[in-house]
């Protein structure tokens, strides 16, 4: 039998610890307690992933890893930690496994840190492409209204070729500071 979880609570050496029960023939023989504390490196990393928008997914059978926990461990919205059920595990290994084709992968020296730069960094040239490819449009789109609008108004003379060169040279050069990976 368990002991009340009151009455271990009390007996915990600070809030923070959690019991860990040992039992023997369905009895529990021994209470042990302990913290368990992220690496500073590591919490560091999982807020800026967290931050960019990174939800950490752990496969695990153990009922002592939670969400709630982990996010209060390393300081993240729960919302930013899944944990795979025990029945998804078998289409997780499907789906994790080697494969000689497709995506590429993210080089990094085996550090938790480095993997963790390799997302947010990979984030990050997503995000730039994203604001190059809407200032492409944008000049694209604006360029559309003024030749309509320059033919409408009888003005379409005034569209040499080195206007139009020059309008998209100007957005152009526009894509092309916006696509830049901002330095973080």
Same mark, same amino acid.
């Given at each position: 039998?368990?002991?009340?979880a009151k009455k ?9 610890c959690?019991p860990?029960?040992?039992?023997e023939n +369905?009895?529990?023989?021994?209470? $042990?307690y302990?913290? %368990?504390l992220p690496?500073?490196?590591t919490?560091f990393? /999982?807020q @800026? ?14 009922a ?9 461990m390393?300081?993240?919205p729960?919302?930013?930690v899944?944990?795979l059920?025990?029945?998804f595990h078998v289409?997780?290994e499907?789906a ?7 995506s590429?992968?993210?080089?990094? +020296?085996g550090?938790?840190?480095s $993997?963790?730069?390799? %997302?947010i960094?990979a ?5 730039? /492409?994203? @604001?190059?490819?809407y ?11 003024g030749v ?6 009888g003005s379409?003379?005034m569209?040499?070729?080195?206007l139009?060169?020059g309008?998209?040279l ?6 092309n500071?916006?696509?830049k990976p901002k330095?973080?």
């Amino acid at each position: 039998t368990v002991p009340d979880a009151k009455k271990v609570r009390k007996l915990a050496p600070n809030k923070n610890c959690e019991p860990l029960y040992f039992a023997e023939n +369905d009895e529990v023989i021994v209470v $042990f307690y302990f913290n %368990i504390l992220p690496n500073p490196l590591t919490k560091f990393f /999982i807020q @800026s992933l967290a931050q960019n928008g990174v939800t950490m997914v752990i496969r695990t059978t153990d009922a002592f890893v939670t969400a709630g926990k982990l996010g209060e461990m390393f300081d993240i919205p729960p919302e930013n930690v899944r944990i795979l059920p025990q029945d998804f595990h078998v289409i997780y290994e499907k789906a994790a496994k080697y494969s000689p084709t497709g995506s590429c992968d993210i080089v990094c +020296d085996g550090s938790f840190s480095s $993997f963790a730069n390799g %997302i947010i960094g990979a984030k990050a040239v997503v995000n730039s /492409i994203h @604001s190059a490819r809407y200032a492409i449009i944008a000049g694209l789109i604006f360029g559309c209204i003024g030749v309509l609008s320059a033919s409408v108004l009888g003005s379409a003379i005034m569209l040499s070729p080195t206007l139009i060169v020059g309008w998209n040279l100007a957005f152009l050069m526009l894509a092309n500071l916006l696509g830049k990976p901002k330095n973080e």
